[in-house]
């Protein structure tokens, strides 16, 4: 499809001449003489571009665009005019033209101006395609009451400035709210800074948050931009700040109540303008009571809190969640979606959920994985999240010590041993594999073996 180009002058022979080159470049072509006629024209045959006479009798092309821009926001207006001036340039570009061109019309400049304009317009939609989607992988799945709750309190703060503390459980989705809230908010296409507030050695904080010049610490010769910085004019989301010393808190409540800091090692102050969102697993006013919490830090960041409900609370969202990991699974690895039955739904429903929505989607991929049928039926599901298959057995000391054949004791060793560091881990193929020294391919290997031999 060829881009429509909408003409609007009160003179016919400019509009009968740029007709005549703009098809001749290849371009779709309507006009119209005023801009009432225009506003109609856009109505009901939406141009992609509209090249706009600012100088017509009834209402002139300033107060054409204004009201192209209030309608259509992503129709991309091109100003020419006999008379530029500053002044008329500015007004222009406030009510949202793209560019303005000066009579006598050159068909070069119009045409370089008609394509930036159109590339603009195409970079706009796929930035708004980017960021729906964004939006969608990072929605808050499930439909009840609470969850129905936790999107009204979203919708209502993302399009503030106001800071967020969002507290809940490890697993629960904190840090999914606090990428909601950004990707809702005014501040969408600026950056979104995740500080790992327990991950941050205690001698590096200053220069991870606040940047660094060159040659202040021998390990770094270049000057280093810090978090704050780094953030800009977006979100700076301060992961599990419970976890945070004392010493370091003291550091960042000064820089948010000043918004301003400097460089390690240099003297340049500079101004910040971040949104900032923190989340804990802690209580901390029962941290502050017990002084490892600051209490002038914790009103600052507690503005809008928001509640994060554990799994088990929201047992009625499994089944969408569970579809959603599925469906994402399934993308992942090109694959076939697999299916679960309800009797499966019914026993995840009635499980505590320790681990919360990680733990869920950590064993959906694991189901994904091992289970060979389209279906995941509930003799697929296996304890401790399935109480059928959670059959007393004896302990594993026992085993090992009545086992008379060395090989086969250390096999049953090791099978007890991955057994129960997968369930330390949530299920969690990656990080176990990383924690007891396998590559995840040998891992899942040896669970399927594992799971085949149970049977």
């Not at 400049?109 to 939006?135: D, G, M, P, S």
């Not at 400035?161 to 809230?181: F, H, P, Q």
Request: overall charge negative.
């Amino acid at each position: 499809m060829f881009p429509t180009i909408l003409i609007v002058d009160d003179e016919a022979s400019i509009r009968q001449s740029l007709s005549g080159l703009l098809a001749d470049e290849g371009f779709d072509v309507i006009t119209a003489s005023n801009g009432y006629e225009a506003l109609k024209r856009i109505e009901t045959e939406s141009p992609d571009l509209v090249l706009l006479d600012i100088w017509m009798p009834g209402i002139d092309g300033i107060e054409t665009l204004k009201e192209i821009k209030k309608d259509n926001p992503f129709i991309q207006v091109l100003i020419i005019t006999g008379h530029g001036t500053i002044e008329t340039a500015i007004k222009a570009v406030k009510f949202g033209a793209f560019d303005l061109i000066e009579k006598p019309l050159s068909i070069d400049k119009v045409i370089v101006a008609i394509n930036n304009a159109l590339n603009f317009r195409r970079l706009e939609e796929e930035n708004r395609y980017l960021r729906k989607k964004t939006i969608e992988k990072n929605s808050i799945n499930g439909n009840s009451p609470v969850i129905n709750d936790i999107k009204r309190q979203i919708a209502q703060v993302a399009q503030t400035d106001s800071w967020i503390l969002i507290c809940g459980e490890n697993g629960s989705g904190k840090e999914l709210v606090a990428r909601t809230i950004h990707q809702l908010s005014p501040r969408a296409d600026k950056p979104l800074i995740d500080v790992s507030c327990a991950a941050i050695p205690e001698e590096l904080i200053e220069s991870e948050l606040f940047g660094q010049e060159k040659g202040v610490l021998a390990a770094a010769g270049s000057k280093k931009r810090g978090k704050f910085e780094l953030a800009g004019d977006g979100t700076l989301f301060f992961d599990e700040i419970g976890d945070m010393s004392l010493k370091t808190q003291g550091k960042i409540l000064r820089v948010l109540q000043e918004q301003q800091f400097q460089r390690v090692g240099g003297s340049r102050t500079i101004q910040i303008n971040v949104r900032v969102i923190a989340s804990t697993n802690k209580n901390l006013e029962m941290e502050i009571e017990e002084g490892r919490f600051r209490q002038e830090l914790y009103y600052r960041l507690n503005v809008v809190p928001i509640h994060v409900p554990p799994l088990r609370e929201r047992a009625d969202d499994i089944p969408a969640l569970a579809e959603t990991f599925l469906a994402d699974y399934a993308k992942r690895r090109r694959s076939a979606k697999k299916q679960i039955s309800q009797e499966a739904i019914a026993v995840l429903k009635s499980y505590t959920w320790p681990g919360n929505v990680r733990e869920l989607k950590n064993l959906i991929e694991r189901l994904s994985i091992m289970v060979d049928s389209d279906m995941i039926d509930i003799s697929h599901i296996p304890e401790p999240y399935n109480p059928v298959t959670a059959v007393p057995q004896p302990t594993i000391e026992s085993d090992l010590f009545a086992e008379n054949n060395l090989n086969t004791a250390m096999e049953s060793f090791r099978k007890e041993f991955i057994k129960r560091k997968m369930t330390v881990h949530g299920y969690d193929l990656n990080k176990t594999a990383e924690v007891i020294g396998m590559t995840p391919d040998e891992l899942t290997g040896a669970v399927k073996t594992m799971e085949a031999q149970a049977k």
